[in-house]
């Protein structure tokens, strides 16, 4: 890692640019008390864990004017474990990122796959993805845990995305996620609940325009935790494939347009209370 923070707390990154690390560019861990501002990170598409900025077990965090243009995750929220001098509690809380800009990436927003930590009241605002594989991109998998929550996202502009504008992933490193979740009626059918069972509920997501993306969304929670009250609203999204919604619960869709190139502007499967 280019820029490791751990078990700091009041942080100021102001104006530095950041290239071509081995791994990550800047990464505080179990810290608080943040500011990153009008910070440049860069690295080739093709790097690989090329991350740009990676909060792990982070609170009280602002991120805001920075570019970021990675080979792997741009802006990731890492919720693991919480440092010997932090109050119990979500692992990653009280973050906002605001007017940023990425251009390459897995991942314009990203919270995961790392979740067991926790994470909540986390807002995303005026932001520009470019050219990113996906979106909005939020990943989890069994055994990775976490209860993820009061997460908003308002007015994000994509463009060039490869995937899915808008992620939520449950099966991480399983396939493909579209792959994944069109084959689950022929196989997985639940397991047991446990802590390690990861829960996304409770997001806000408004004023997304995307213009052009491989699918607008793609929402794929585990049979035996749905993915649950997500609210997308006053949005704009073109994509090659319209929405799918696959193990969902309380999906609501309001007020946007989905324009999709080929198929049906929506598929529901095995999911609950969808009001579009």
Known sequence: NMVELAQCNGVLLDGPTFRNSPRFHVHPVQSENIIIRNVSIQTQWWAQNGDGLDL???RNVLVCRTTVDA???AICIKPGKIGPAQAAGPSCR???IADCTVYHGHGGFVIGSETKGDAA??????CTFLG???GLRFKSARGKGGLIRNIYVDG?????IDREAILFDTYYEEGTPESVAGGKEEGD???AVNELTPRFRDFSIRNIVCLSAGQAILVNGLPEMPVRNITIENSYLTADKGGMLVDADSITILNTTIEPAHGPVMSVDQ?????L
């Not at 999911?271 to 009001?275: A, G, K, Q, T």
């Open 56 to 58: 792990a077990a982070c």
């Open 71 to 73: 080979g792997d995750d």
């Open 94 to 96: 009280n973050i906002l």
């Open 121 to 126: 009241d986390i807002a995303v605002k005026n």
């Open 132 to 134: 990113t594989d996906v």
């Open 156 to 160: 994000v502009r994509m463009g060039q």
């Open 189 to 191: 059918r639940g397991e």
């Open 271 to 275: 999911s609950s209370n969808i009001e």
